[in-house]
């Protein structure tokens, strides 16, 4: 697992997203639907009440509690030994993992273009909000990382990572998953953005994921022409990853099959995620970001 | 419609057609596609192959369009005609008239052109056959050209290609037309294939289909049936302007001086002046300008009288060479518009003169223009070699005066007393006074001469075979005869002149000059230089190495060998001109053949045939055809139904 640090020269982050873009994306925050502990005493309420200015409640002190939280005026008027509770703020962890294979550079538009785009948008939320971000890409087991980041200057950083970043090679969503699930700490949220058309399945990979500290949300994109094949004639199909060969004939028959076949596929993941707590969303190469970012992440309440 | 070779197609689809089916299959060319991965396509591929394994053939434009497309072919070749007429198949006779009056040119190029066209829109039109047709029928062929003469061009035959061949290679002719022989000989191959032949081509029989202007000499003695015949008329004008006969001739007198009389007829009804131009070797000599009149027929049952004229020319020419007449000006049919004559030197004759001594005979020969005159004793004459004389023939005539030769060599002889032996003639005794009692005072030999006084006091009784010619005779015997045996001309006298008062006659001189005149020309006519069209030329005593070169009057050569018994003959005198003949170590002959036939040169089409007992008129269609071969409509919606295959593909039309 390598890990990139900024350079000097970093790309811009308008490359990515455009600033009438980013001044949308100031006005949202990244949600959890666990309300989860942070690391640092963070802008977010925590279910744990501990250090914090927002009083919550008093109760009975018992030997062992800290002497520090006695509220003394009560001890004053009454001679009994209670407690301030408060609630604890905490930050929030944001997990993305951006799928970087070969079959992530196809697609017209680009599902490339789509993914980073979208991370990039989920990160400048995150990183605007002082949330902790954590942007890992991966194929073939993760590429590259960017560990908690914090704060607007890690913008230029995210950005670089992400530009800097082609897509090729193969996948292994399962290495990926395990080696990412064992470098995350904390609480907070996993965003994984791929086409999920793993060979060798995602089923394994997604339940490394699945934890009691995250919320799992699963972005699938698609390109439009995997979504509606535009083939015509007898092909020779070739896997951008491996290599593998499909000889076809395109057929609307066989175009019928591929599509229901899809449908399928897409329906079953979407399933595994329903089951175990997480968020699917599928999303095609050729729509905008900027609506799947404002509109549809918000309504599946991932941001608000 | 009909199917020629249904099998051939079905052998052909059971080939073809799975083969664009594997080939559609194994189709070796695909697209490269990169795509972000195979894992759907090969599930969809997967559900596809199980679910219905015939979907990749369904609704696929392509193959359809290629199925179609060779299925169109695959018909063509099964070969369907639109019969236009049904039953088995036929035979037919193709008869082409090819006679000179077929070489006229008021259809375009000329009748024998069209005559052909016709035939050969006949055979195309004829159903063919196959060796893998389920049944045979066929309509089967042959082809005869006639003129005098009737020639199979082609046997029956299905084949049209060489039907067609046979119908092309038939060549003009300028002979007489005469259709007897032609039907004769189609009858005989019809019935000869009729009886090795039990299908159904034999069953009929064969139908005749005359391609002719109708002008045949010998409708009258032609049997046919009504329907038997099919009579394609050809031809449409009958102006015509011919030479129909043409005779030159030397004065005895005067052998310098030739006289040429040309026949002009007239065939149209208006009467026409044309020039007639006469030529020596191709110099032109003289032009005569002559009025014909226009042909004279009443009604249709009076006979047909062509307008005629006679031009004579006198012309003065010592030499050997061609005379040509030619009518100038054109008209539709040229081969009669030229005439050709032979004009040999003037001949002088050199006479052997074998007497034991007859002064009156050889004062009276020697009053006679002769070349030479040579007495000779009755020893000297039986003591030449008559190989020698036969081969050299230093003479033209021998004179026997009362002398029995040993051998008689070939050559003209006049003979006075005994007859000699071997020519049939027996003299078994003598007579006495006799008195001339009846002659022949028109035969040439005894012009101007008297016979009246002529008393003998001793003759020899001649017995005379019965194709001997009488020209006197006495009470019991002939006096005179001629006779010919074995290629030597006999005048006999059958008495000794001397025994006689003949000598005392003026008629005597006059008898002698008659006679040498006229065995003159019998030696010169043994080989006739005018001939008739088709009249084979004949050349008699060729040596047996040597081979003659025949020069056709179109410049063509041919060589002809000789046949065993030395004779060249060359019979394909099938054009009219002139013809020579070159023998090695020989002069060079010359032959003129003229058409100068005055039914032929009459070329007015007929519509109607009268044979004997059946008149069969034209056709009034032009050639019908039998079937209408539809395998060019079929691939021409192949090569359509290629094209839209083609252009669908280009297209990438969705499918």
């Known amino acids: 697992m390598a890990t990139a640090r900024p350079t000097t020269s970093a790309r811009r982050l308008t490359e990515l997203l455009d600033p009438k873009f980013m001044a949308r994306l100031d006005s949202l925050d990244v949600l959890s639907r666990k ?78 273009r789509f993914t980073k785009k979208l991370a990039a948008a989920l990160g400048y939320i995150s990183l605007v909000n002082n949330n902790r971000l954590t942007l890992s890409l991966f194929g073939d087991g993760l590429r590259s990382q960017l560990p908690n980041l914090r704060g607007r200057n890690y913008l230029p950083h995210m950005a670089e990572l992400l530009l800097g970043t082609a897509c090729d090679g193969f996948s292994d969503f399962e290495k990926a998953c395990h080696e990412a699930a064992a470098g995350r700490l904390g609480t907070g949220v996993t965003v994984v953005v791929s086409d999920f058309l793993f060979k ?53 028959a066989l175009i019928q099959y591929y599509k229901r076949n899809l449908a399928a596929y897409c329906s079953e993941l979407r399933d595994f995620c329903t089951r175990r707590g997480a968020v699917c969303v599928r999303a095609s190469s050729g729509d905008s970001v900027e609506s799947l970012v404002l509109n549809y992440l918000r309504r599946i309440r991932l941001l608000r | 419609m009909e199917w020629l070779t249904p099998l051939m197609g079905l052998y052909a689809a059971a080939a073809a057609v799975p083969l664009l089916l594997v080939l559609y299959f194994l189709k070796l060319k695909r697209r490269e596609t990169a795509v972000s991965s195979t894992l759907l396509w090969k599930r969809a591929v997967r559900d596809l192959q199980v679910n219905a394994p015939f979907q990749r053939l369904r609704r696929n434009l392509l193959l359809l369009l290629q199925l179609l497309a060779l299925t169109a072919m695959l018909l063509a070749l099964a070969g369907p005609v639109l019969a236009l007429r049904r039953g088995p198949g036929r035979r037919y006779v193709l008869l082409i008239d090819r006679s000179a009056s077929m070489n006229a040119i008021d259809v375009e190029p000329s009748r024998l052109a069209e005559a052909r066209k016709q035939a050969k829109v006949f055979v195309e039109s004829m159903r063919s056959g196959s060796l893998v047709s389920l049944h045979d029928q066929a309509d089967y062929a042959m082809v005869i050209a006639f003129d005098g003469r009737a020639k199979v061009m082609c046997n029956f035959t299905a084949d049209k290609p060489q039907l067609l061949a046979a119908i092309d290679a038939i060549e003009t002719g300028h002979g007489a037309s005469r259709l007897g022989e032609a039907v004769t000989v189609a009858r005989a191959f019809a019935q000869g294939r009729s009886g090795e032949n039990n299908g159904a081509a034999g069953e009929t029989g064969a139908r005749l289909v005359l391609f002719s202007d109708g002008r045949i000499e010998d409708l009258d003695s032609i049997l046919i049936d009504s329907d038997e015949l099919v009579f394609h008329h050809i031809g449409e004008t009958g102006e015509n302007v011919a030479i129909t006969a043409m005779d030159a001739r030397r004065s005895y007198e005067q052998p310098e001086q030739v006289e040429v009389f040309v026949s002009l007829a007239n065939y149209g009804s208006d009467s026409v002046t044309r020039d007639v131009q006469l030529g020596v070797n191709g110099d032109v000599r003289a032009v005569r300008s002559a009025t014909i009149p226009g042909c004279q027929q009443a009604s249709d049952a009076s006979p047909f009288r062509p307008g005629k004229v006679a031009v004579s020319f006198s012309l003065s020419y010592g030499g050997a060479g061609v005379l040509d007449v030619r009518k100038v000006g054109d008209d539709v049919l040229t081969c009669d518009d030229s005439a050709w004559a032979v004009l040999e030197p003037p001949r002088r004759l050199s006479v052997l003169l074998v007497t034991p001594g007859n002064p009156v005979l050889e004062s009276a020969l020697r009053a006679c223009p002769l070349a030479r005159l040579d007495p000779c004793t009755p020893a000297g004459f039986d003591a030449m070699d008559p190989a020698a004389f036969a081969l050299e023939r230093p003479y033209d005539l021998i004179v026997l005066d009362n002398h029995v030769p040993a051998h008689l060599p070939r050559c003209q002889y006049l003979v006075f007393g005994a007859p000699p032996g071997g020519i049939d003639v027996n003299a078994p005794r003598e007579i006495e006074k006799q008195i001339v009692v009846d002659w022949r005072a028109q035969h040439p030999v005894l012009q101007y001469v008297n016979l009246t006084n002529l008393f003998t006091a001793r003759a020899h009784r001649l017995e005379l075979p019965r194709d001997a010619d009488v020209l006197a005779e ?50 010169g006519g043994a080989e006739p230089h005018e001939l008739e069209v088709n009249q084979p030329i004949r050349i008699a005593e060729v040596p047996a190495e040597s081979v003659a070169t025949i020069t056709r009057p179109d410049g063509s050569d041919v060589a002809v060998e000789p046949d065993a018994d030395g004779t060249v003959r060359f019979p394909a005198t099938q054009h009219v001109g002139v013809y020579a003949a070159d023998i090695p170590g020989r002069p060079r002959r010359v032959f003129a053949v003229n058409l100068a036939d005055e039914k032929e040169s009459r070329i007015e089409p007929q519509r109607e045939m009268h044979f004997s007992g059946t008149t069969v008129a034209a056709a009034t269609q032009t050639v019908q055809r039998a079937n209408v071969p539809l395998w060019p409509v079929l691939v021409l919606v192949a090569l359509l139904l290629a094209c839209v295959e083609w252009l669908v593909y280009n297209q990438r039309v969705r499918i």
């Open chain 1, 35 to 112: 309300i989860l502990q942070g690391k640092l005493q963070g802008e977010r309420r925590s279910k744990r009440r501990g250090q914090s200015v927002e009083f919550a409640d008093h109760r009975p002190y018992v030997a062992g509690d800290d002497l520090r939280f006695v509220d003394w005026n009560i001890y004053g008027r009454l001679e009994q030994l209670f407690l301030k509770l408060f609630l604890e703020e905490q930050d929030l962890t944001v997990h993305v993992l951006l799928d970087t294979s070969a079959s992530m550079g196809t697609g017209d538009p680009s599902k490339e």
């Open chain 1, 200 to 252: 060798q399945g995602y089923e394994s990979g997604l339940r490394r994921l699945i934890g009691e500290k995250y919320d799992l949300y699963v972005v699938q994109v698609l390109s439009p022409q995997e979504i509606t094949p535009d083939l015509a004639g007898d092909l020779k199909l070739l896997d951008v990853e491996d290599g593998d060969a499909a000889e076809i004939t395109a057929t609307s």
């Open chain 2, 474 to 523: 006495f009470n019991e015997s002939p006096a005179i005869a001629f006779l010919r045996r074995d290629g030597r001309d006999c005048l006999l006298v059958g008495f000794d002149v001397m025994q006689s008062n003949w000598p005392f006659e003026p008629g005597f001189v006059l008898f002698c000059y008659n006679a040498l005149n006229f065995l003159g020309t019998q030696l």
